[in-house]
Nanobody, 124 residues
Framework: QVQLVESGGGLVQAGGSLSLSCAAS????????MGWFRQAPGKERDFVAG????????LYADSVKGRFTISRDNAKTMVFLQMNSLKPEDTAVYYC?????????????????WGQGTQVTVSS
């Protein structure tokens, strides 16, 4: 079965950096667009960044443009999210998601497979 496993979350001070990873298995990774979403307590699951099956120009939420970078390694079947200049409002559970071919900036229901999430906490 399809598995997406996130790692790399943790606690960081404002202005710091974290790097998230998502290891995928059970799917033909190179044919799937990969996205990162986040969900804060009491809020909806929101799109953060996405990269389509061929790579190309990634998509980013306005709130993270210029601070976050998404990348993928098809040989390792992994997707990454480099997060710099973190802010307290970036605090959330971050989820990796897969969608066949192209990514879209949400809603979450557009995505086919999900990881279990990893907590990112940014202290002020």
């Amino acid at each position: 079965q399809v598995q997406l496993v996130e790692s790399g979350g943790g606690l960081v001070q404002a202005g710091g950096s974290l790097s998230l990873s998502c290891a995928a298995s059970g799917l033909t990774f190179s044919t799937y667009g990969m996205g990162w979403f986040r969900q804060a307590p009491g809020k909806e699951r929101d799109f953060v960044a996405g990269i389509s099956w061929r790579g190309g120009s990634p998509l980013y939420a306005d709130s993270v443009k210029g601070r976050f970078t998404i990348s993928r390694d098809n040989a390792k079947t992994m997707v990454f999210l480099q997060m710099n200049s973190l802010k307290p409002e970036d605090t959330a559970v971050y989820y990796c998601a897969a969608r066949w071919r192209m990514v879209v900036p949400g809603p979450a229901s557009e995505y086919d497979y999900w990881g279990q999430g990893t907590q990112v906490t940014v202290s002020s």
